[in-house]
């Protein structure tokens, strides 16, 4: 069975830090595009960031550049999102997902393209 599980969410202050975790089974990481999207309660879901099967190719919503940091650990089949600076707007349920490619250098947060979820994890950033 393939699935994504997100850890990592919390509650944290602003100016703070959460890494949030994207770990894969029944399937690899390899031949998909990783990418994370948000979702704040009454507004529609917003691509965040997304690594291509490469891992050289990122992309970063204008929202969250410079603050937000995509990675991937191949090994441990897991894709990160490390996220500093954090603001009150930042609040939201987080989602990673994935759809397969023949693409090695490609990525985009077109969330129509993404065939596998995951559950989500919540991050609420304080004033």
């Known amino acids: 069975e393939v699935q994504l599980v997100e850890s990592g969410g919390g509650l944290v202050q602003a100016g703070g830090s959460l890494r949030l975790s994207c770990a894969a089974s029944?399937?690899?990481?390899?031949?998909?595009?990783i990418g994370w999207f948000r979702q704040a309660p009454g507004k529609e879901r917003e691509g965040v960031s997304c690594?291509?099967?490469?891992?050289?190719?990122?992309y970063y919503a204008d929202s969250v550049k410079g603050r937000f940091t995509i990675s991937k650990d191949s090994a441990k089949n897991t894709v990160y999102l490390q996220m500093n600076s954090l603001k009150p707007e930042d609040t939201a349920v987080y989602y990673c997902?994935?759809?397969?490619?023949?693409?090695?250098?490609?990525?985009?947060?077109?969330?129509?393209?993404?065939?596998?979820w995951g559950q989500g994890t919540q991050v609420i950033v304080s004033s």
């Open positions: 690594i291509s099967r490469s891992g050289g190719t990122t």
């Open positions: 029944g399937f690899t990481f390899d031949g998909y595009v």
């Open positions: 997902a994935a759809h397969r490619t023949s693409h090695w250098y490609y990525c985009s947060t077109y969330g129509l393209l993404y065939t596998n």
